[in-house]
């Protein structure tokens, strides 16, 4: 077995929360790498305790002992249920600082989170937080939004034949290493509405169409091999639409158990995480979503 690296899974402890750290747990068995846990109390969290109790009043450190005791716990758990050895970071303080600086002090391969955690987490999946943090990261981001029941057995990777979908396809067959790709690329005819608006005939602008799937194919088998894919781990998926609703669509109807997406796009000022198919696929879709951060060189 090939470790690949640390994988860091953050919890804020809530029943939802844990799922991203039994899939963590399940990913450091397939892929045989170090785990651990953290939980950040966040620091406005303890800034308004001491505001109504004052200084040093001793249900803060109830507060942090509490916390504590329930990260070992789920430590714990995930040890007996995976036969793993899990470590625990307990910290306070800004959330994204501490997240960042565990991951830097782990040199973290991947950072794992729950997509339906309470309080921050949720606030850092689907707000303004974790715009931030990706902005940040280099590191791959997986958000668990599924209860996990067995590794990863087919993935969605959504190309866009940027520097950044190559190095996506390697960090899906890290985090999937036995699962099947579905390759996917959404194509358009470019102009297609101003080409109508221009009095362009209909059998002009199919020849467009057919000649950008044509493309499109050829793309996709041009990466798939530059990726060393193997026929049996791969298969090409190329369909006309916009990107963020072919993803959902494809998905479901493959049963897809995650989507793999990278974070910019054709451009460097074209942000895809932060733009709305990330935020379409988090809100619409029902798979685990992975982020892959950096870009081929």
């Known amino acids: ?30 892929t045989g790498s170090p785990l651990t846990l953290l939980h950040v109390t966040p620091g406005e969290t303890l800034a308004e305790l001491r505001q109504w109790l004052g200084v040093g009043h001793a249900s803060e450190a109830s507060l942090l002992e509490a916390s504590r005791q329930q990260l070992q716990q789920l430590a714990d758990s995930l040890e007996i249920r995976h036969n793993i050895k899990v470590d625990t970071v307990g910290t306070s303080g800004p959330v994204l600082g501490e997240i960042g600086r565990q991951a830097d002090a782990l040199d973290a391969a991947l950072l794992v989170l729950g997509a339906r955690g309470a309080g921050f987490l949720r606030r850092l999946v689907l707000g303004s937080t974790s715009e931030r943090l990706l902005r940040r990261t280099q590191r791959p981001v997986l958000v668990v939004r599924q209860t996990p029941h ?17 190095q996506a396809v390697t960090v899906a067959r890290r985090v999937a290493p036995h699962a099947r790709l579905v ?37 996709v088998n041009e990466l798939a091999a530059q990726a060393g894919l193997k026929p049996g781990q791969w298969e090409a998926c190329v369909i006309e639409g916009e990107a963020s609703q072919r993803i959902v669509e494809q998905e479901q109807e493959r049963d897809c158990d995650l989507v793999v997406l990278g974070k910019h796009g054709q ?13 379409h696929v988090l809100a619409e879709g029902s798979t685990d979503v992975l982020v892959s951060t950096s870009k081929a060189t």
């Open 267 to 279: 451009s460097a000022t074209e942000d895809l995480l932060l733009g709305s198919v990330t935020k």
């Open 150 to 166: 067995e590794p990863y057995r087919r993935v969605l990777l959504a190309l866009d034949f940027s520097p950044w979908s190559m």
């Open 1 to 30: 077995m090939n470790t690949w690296g640390p994988i860091l899974a953050t919890t804020d402890l809530s029943g939802p929360a844990r799922h991203a750290a039994d899939r963590a747990a399940l990913l450091a068995v397939e």
């Open 183 to 219: 390759l996917l690329n959404a194509f358009q005819v470019p102009f297609e509405d101003k080409l109508h608006y221009a009095g362009v005939d209909a059998a002009t602008i199919d020849h467009y169409r057919v000649q950008a799937r044509a493309e499109a194919v050829q793309r």
